[in-house]
């Protein structure tokens, strides 16, 4: 079954709006990441929170881990438009291995 | 870029063909992943190689046949593809340390049309 669904699918903004996204995932995880992929491009990896920790910050992102509802959150503040992209989150389970499972993203576009 | 090239960037297909994708990491990480993204689809994990050894095949038809022989190298060979095997494929490798730690470093990925 799919571990990790973002919401919204899509999401437009404008340039200097906060822009948020959510992931809900089903089973028990020792770690969530968040990646971000520019169009056609790889994927690149922004922040991994552990399932002890309840918020973590990097730069201009903020991400959040409920691990009671099983759902964790990015916030990207203060947009550019060098942040439109597809962003994923990424779990991992609680059985070891270096397996991760990927949501169908959220395609994020910051107008100016 | 992030140490993870793919060759070739774009590949165009007949089904009767047979071609080989290849990746190369220059980070030292001892795991390495094949994954292949279809538009509106979560990205599929193929297959996975730790110190050179498969522990993941994600029922991969057999058409694909992954070979990895070193820590750095990992290629993806192709034969008898179908139309729907067009896709976005995807290498990545990590330290190989486990317990979902790993960061996954990507490539920039091989875009494949099957004609």
């Known amino acids: 079954s799919q571990q990790g669904e973002e919401d919204p699918q899509a999401l437009s903004i404008q340039e200097g709006e906060n822009a948020t996204m959510n992931c809900s995932y089903k089973?028990?995880?020792?770690?969530l990441q968040w990646y971000r992929q520019n169009s056609g491009r790889g994927l690149v990896h922004l922040i991994l929170?552990?399932?002890?920790?309840r918020e973590k910050h990097s730069g201009r992102l903020r991400v959040t881990l409920d691990t009671s509802k099983k759902s964790s959150s990015l916030l990207i503040t203060a947009s550019r438009a060098a942040d439109t992209a597809s962003y994923f989150c990424?779990?991992?389970?609680?059985?070891?291995?270096?397996?991760?499972?990927f949501g169908t993203g959220t395609q994020l576009k910051v107008e100016l | 870029e992030t140490g993870v090239t793919q060759t070739p960037r774009h590949l165009v297909m007949g089904m009767t063909n047979k071609k080989s994708l290849k990746c190369e990491q220059h980070?030292?990480?001892?795991?390495m992943y094949w994954y292949k993204q279809s538009a509106k689809k979560p990205l599929e994990l193929m297959f996975v190689?730790?110190?050179?050894?498969?522990?993941e095949n994600n029922s991969v038809p057999s058409r694909f046949s992954p070979e990895c022989p070193n820590s750095s190298h990992l290629f993806l060979h192709l034969h008898t593809l179908q139309p729907e095997d067009s896709a976005l494929y995807l290498c990545?490798?990590?330290?190989?340390?486990?317990?979902?730690?790993?960061?996954?470093?990507f490539g920039p990925g091989t875009r494949l049309t099957v004609l």
């Open positions: 990545a490798s990590s330290q190989g340390l486990g317990g979902g730690t790993d960061t996954q470093y």
């Open positions: 089973t028990s995880i020792n770690n």
């Open positions: 929170i552990r399932s002890n920790e």
């Open positions: 990424a779990t991992d389970g609680t059985g070891g291995g270096n397996k991760l499972t």
């Open positions: 980070l030292g990480h001892n795991a």
């Open positions: 190689y730790n110190f050179k050894e498969q522990t």
